[in-house]
């Protein structure tokens, strides 16, 4: 039994030392550049934010009828 418990002692210390060796960054630095990338990249998901409403097949048209619910 101590075998295994050596064996899984060996792998958590590996794969801690695997997090260690990972790059990082601060997090004032990912926040700006997630908020360069949002504010820079276009979201087709959402071109009612962008400018053209048109566009977008989720949005209001209006069709010059009223309706009635």
């Known amino acids: 039994m101590s075998d295994l418990k ?8 590996q ?8 790059n990082r960054i601060p997090v ?6 997630l908020i360069k990338f949002v504010t820079s990249t276009k979201d087709s998901l959402l071109p009612s934010l962008w ?5 977008d097949p989720f949005s ?3 069709t ?4 009635i619910f």
């Open 6 to 13: 050596l064996r899984r002692f060996l792998e958590q210390n």
């Open 15 to 22: 794969r801690l030392k695997e997090q260690l060796d990972m």
């Open 28 to 33: 004032s630095e990912a926040s700006q550049s």
């Open 51 to 55: 400018g053209n409403a048109a566009s």
């Open 60 to 62: 209001k048209q209006s």
């Open 64 to 67: 010059g009828c009223c309706t």
